[in-house]
């Protein structure tokens, strides 16, 4: 265990948390491909702007809850300052040209804006997603609505499994430690070394844990019918339809964007 | 009465194996019985557990000779699906058989593949639940629960679509003695009350005492005893316990939290050289964290760990004079070969020329010598375990930690790891061991301490220790014999 924040779901109870996962995964998607293909810098700031709204009704602070988010905001303003200095194209604002060599455009910054703030857009839009949806309601509601069971219950187990995973890879890293096993060198040299060492324990691990899972799935008669039943059966409500609907506007103006 | 269970001269061997697993069981279990399968570590009870599960017959490439009939039909006639619908097995670590992430999908689960109504689900999850005396654990995420109540959810996941016969493969191994206690009375409550056939794959036979099952005993894939009594306890030698040597650790008022959860509160011990120590505590008392600080692989929220001589030491620092030794001994197999794995520290410290004599002596003593060549993965779990401990102590330590050594241990390797543990002590280590077993640190140990929600509850000699157990009402302690 360790007691660094993870970028996981956490039970609350928001107007997010109630929303239908399935209208959580179509709202990524189009929010996604539209910061993606609109090449307009406003919309995905904008949508930027529409994702903190929405967190902080639903109670989560981004800046406080979202892993990684001083990261992000240094990663997009060098995405912003590498468009900036290097686009050549445009009509010249600032000439760096006699000292640096640069000369900063108005294209550039338009570019600058645009390429960072797609990238915030769609990094912050994924761990909303994920802070706000619980992972198994997810799977469910995908199965419920066609995605055969097994391999629903495949992302199931995945997700029931990671954390487990990562503890065992812990403790292997802290028994090679005790080893005398020092990770020293470069980045890389580290890495490589690292994954040598682990990988055995971890495949043995891994290998039994398939083998005890499998004996308790087909125990309980996993994969015998086409079609199973659920207990837990979800369904969308108002707040689901309104949300749709409010994508599908999402999806005219995206469109009406592109061919403009 | 017709038996419910008749084993006839059953064979089976492994894919690749040379040996055979199961040499000739011949058994029968009637209705509402309960069995305890005890026997040494890898005599074939959790084979023949397996077998009468009907996991086995269908496997590629085993062999498999003679009959196992379950309400009268031949296992081998009837699927897999059709067995589990009157046989349900539970195994021995509850962890590795979820596959949902709440107690009540994992308990739908099984229900859900048969097709039931979602109403018939719902009613079946609150008598599962119920007859194991854990509806309070219906909403909760599988994450959160201690290793009793994740038994209790795995016995209810498979008791939901009320098979007739349940059989458990060691359910108390990863339990505290009162965890494991609660465990077992409810697994006879269920056998009374609703008739079902129990089958216990078990080491500590102290622990079934109350419960008066029928003990089968194996040995080399053979039934020894259709009736044994239960082992008499040794009694214990009087052995004075060894007098404290130089301070080799010292916690000073040690604070660890994971996050929300406080693991060490205010901790303050020391450690001597020649001593055994036994750290005792129900699960998630914070023993493994006691140890993992004292190793350095975990700093402390607040106090101080100095150990031999330095303050808040890495691991780095220690690794050439400690040792220490986790629960999973597949965690610690780091070596290609068996004398690899047991000089490693030594070339990574560059002690090679102190640990190489001392590693083969110490693979001698073990029984390992003969296979200093082989690969640590082809041991069995005996094997393994002795082969962690050898790999932890080859270098000499002065400090010696042990979490949880003697898990899935049979009394027989249980003691030897002991007398290892003893013999390190003698050497002049303090050794530090995690352990349950009241009746093992009786005879090995110099000195206990008894955690309670992450703080010294008692720390003392072994004759006091019983006192301040049966004081405090942790009597399942005081009836962990082997």
């Known amino acids: 265990m360790n007691g660094r924040a993870k970028l996981q779901y956490r039970l609350d109870e928001s107007w997010l948390h109630d929303l239908h996962p399935l209208t959580k995964l179509g709202w990524l998607l189009g929010i996604t491909v539209g910061s993606l293909l609109v090449s307009t810098p406003w919309y995905p700031a904008l949508v930027v702007l529409g994702l903190w709204g929405a967190a902080r009704t639903a109670r989560i602070r981004p800046a406080r809850e979202m892993r990684g988010w001083r990261l992000l905001l240094v990663t997009s303003a060098a995405f912003f300052a590498l468009q900036a200095l290097f686009t050549r194209s445009g009509i010249g604002l600032i000439d760096l040209r006699p000292t640096v060599g640069l000369r900063i455009t108005d294209e550039g910054l338009r570019r600058g804006i645009l390429v960072a703030s797609r990238f915030v857009a769609v990094i912050m839009a994924s761990q909303l997603f994920v802070l706000t949806t619980d992972p198994s309601a997810l799977a469910y509601a995908l199965m419920q609505a066609g995605l055969p069971y097994r391999y629903g219950f495949a992302l199931v187990t995945a997700i029931r499994l990671a954390p487990l995973f990562e503890l065992e890879a812990n403790t292997i890293y802290q028994a090679q430690l005790a080893r005398g096993v020092r990770y020293d060198g470069s980045l890389f040299r580290r890495i490589i070394e690292v994954l040598r060492q682990m990988l055995l324990p971890l495949l043995v691990g891994a290998l039994r844990r398939a083998e005890h899972l499998a004996i308790s799935m087909e125990g309980r008669q996993f994969g015998r019918y086409r079609q199973r039943t659920f207990l837990r059966e979800t369904h969308m409500r108002r707040a689901d339809h309104a949300a749709l609907a409010a994508l599908l506007a999402l999806v005219a103006v995206t469109i009406t964007l592109m061919v403009a | 009465m017709a038996a419910l ?57 085993g062999q498999w000779r003679g009959t196992v009939r379950v309400d009268r039909v031949d296992v081998t006639g009837r699927s897999l699906y059709e067995n589990a619908e009157l046989v349900g097995l539970v195994q021995q670590n509850p962890e590795d058989q979820f596959c949902t992430l709440t107690v009540e999908d994992e308990i739908a689960f099984g229900l859900e593949n048969r097709c039931y109504p979602p109403a018939q689900i719902a009613a079946q999850i609150a008598w599962a639940l119920n007859v194991v005396a854990a509806g309070h654990l219906r909403n909760r995420q599988m994450s959160t629960l201690s290793g009793g109540e994740q038994q209790r959810v795995a016995i209810a996941s498979i008791l939901a679509a009320r098979p007739r016969i349940l059989i458990l493969d060691e359910p108390t191994s990863n339990l505290d003695p009162p965890a494991a206690r609660s ?242 002590a003698d050497d002049g280590a303090a050794v530090l061991v995690a352990l349950h077993n009241t009746d093992l640190a009786q005879r090995y140990a110099d000195r206990a301490v008894f955690l309670e929600r992450g703080q010294v509850a008692f720390d003392g000699l072994l004759d006091d220790l019983v006192t301040y157990l049966s004081r405090r009402g942790y009597h399942a302690y005081l009836e962990t014999a082997p």
Request: hydrophobic share 40%; glycine share 8%; net charge neutral.
């Open chain 2, 183 to 424: 465990v077992l009375q409810v697994l006879e409550r269920l056998r009374r009350q609703e008739e079902l056939t129990l089958i216990l794959v078990e080491h500590k036979l102290g622990v079934l005492a109350p419960f008066a099952p029928r003990i089968v005993t194996m040995e080399d894939g053979r039934v020894t005893h259709h009736n044994a009594a239960l082992p008499a306890r040794e009694p214990l030698a009087q052995r004075a316990p060894a007098a404290p040597g130089e301070m080799v650790a010292r916690l000073t008022s040690v604070t660890h939290d994971y996050g929300a959860h406080v693991a060490l509160r205010d901790i303050s011990l020391d450690l001597h050289r020649g001593q055994l120590v036994a750290l005792m505590g129900d699960n998630g008392s914070g023993k493994s964290t006691l140890l993992r600080c004292l190793m350095g692989l975990i700093r402390p929220t607040a106090g101080n760990v100095a150990v031999l001589g330095s303050v808040a030491p890495a691991v780095s620092e220690l690794a050439h004079r400690a040792g220490i030794v986790f629960q999973n001994p597949d965690h610690q197999l780091l070596g290609e070969t068996v004398w690899k794995d047991t000089t490693m520290l030594g070339r990574n410290t560059r002690q090679e020329a102190e640990v190489t004599p001392r590693a083969e002596e110490l693979l001698r003593q073990g029984g390992l010598w003969e296979r200093r060549d082989d690969s640590p993965w082809r041991l069995s779990y005996g094997q393994k375990r002795r082969l962690n401990l050898t790999a932890a102590t080859a270098h000499g330590p002065d400090l010696l930690l042990a979490d949880e050594i003697l898990i899935g241990q049979d009394p027989a390797h249980a003691h030897r790891l002991m007398r290892q543990l003893r013999a390190a």
């Open chain 2, 5 to 61: 269970i008749e084993i006839t001269d059953l064979h089976y061997r492994y894919p690749g194996a040379s040996d055979w697993a199961l040499n000739g069981v011949n058994l029968c279990v009637q209705p509402s019985e309960m069995i305890a399968l005890a026997g040494p570590s890898a005599c074939g009870k959790s084979t023949l557990a397996l077998a009468i599960a009907g996991c086995l017959h269908g496997r590629p490439g």
